[in-house]
């Protein structure tokens, strides 16, 4: 592909990823707030991180992380911790209950899409399931070698 041209077929992968993302959020009964939600998938993602990482990772400013993170923390869904290679630096870490929200907030969302998978063909499911695994190692190409 020429530099500066668009994958018009991975322009059209995200758009649909997106889009499912957003109507499995508006279709589910959440507990928690989206945003809270997303910030406790991101550290899950990231693991222990800094909230300059975190704020850099969601395209935010590191005073609004540091909101967000102090909202979480007042919720006992996440925890401080000092970084062993700085003591200066804090490290964000989600707590077991912090991880149980996360949880429960995957199910609604999938609870929500079940019936619509529920309709699909045999074919089309072994065909979405085989897109989930390439789009999964498209994102975390080194999970094997961990």
Known sequence: MKPGTVDLEGARLLSAVARLNRWATRHAELRIPPAQGRLLSLIDELGATRIGEL?????CSQ???????????????????????????????????????????RAARAHALAPELARLSDQERDALRSATEIILRVVHPRDDDQ
Do not use: C, F, K, Y
């Open 55 to 59: 704020a850099h990772a969601d395209h």
């Open 63 to 105: 005073p609004t992380m540091t909101t967000q993170v102090q909202r979480l923390e007042a919720a006992g869904w996440a925890t401080r911790s000092t970084d062993a290679h700085d003591a200066r630096v804090a490290l964000i870490s989600l707590t077991e209950e912090g991880r149980n929200q996360l949880q429960l907030l």
